[in-house]
């Protein structure tokens, strides 16, 4: 199993910036792919990046220019970095991470942007 540990989430003024790190841990070689979903009350939880093991990224349209995923392989984790950010960009944001046949998901972590 991996266990997946996401921080960096808070309350942030539009415009401003965040942070989101998300840390695999268990078994996570051979992890092909690692990103961040997001999800409001009442709505489907929705694709905001992925990246995979070749490096190759994947972006919402909405967020594509303002925010950026990286993966920092020594660590086992990846970071969304959120720039611009507007209300609404607010949000439960959850890691997620596939490995083999299996999709592991985090607790998430609120990110709330007021305007």
């Known amino acids: 199993q991996v266990q997946l540990a996401e921080s960096g989430g808070g309350l942030v003024q539009a415009g401003g910036s965040l942070r989101l790190s998300c840390t695999a841990s268990?078994?996570?070689?051979?992890?092909?792919?690692m990103g961040w979903h997001r999800q409001v009350p009442g709505k489907e939880r929705e694709l905001v990046a992925t990246i995979t093991d070749d490096g190759s990224t994947r972006y919402a349209e909405s967020v594509k220019g303002r925010f950026t995923l990286s993966r920092d392989n020594a660590k086992n984790t990846v970071y969304l970095q959120m720039n611009n950010l507007k209300p609404d960009d607010t949000a439960v944001y959850y890691c997620n991470a596939q490995r083999f046949a299996r999709v592991y998901w985090g607790q998430g972590t609120q990110v709330t942007v007021s305007s």
């Open positions: 268990g078994n996570f070689f051979n992890i092909a792919s």
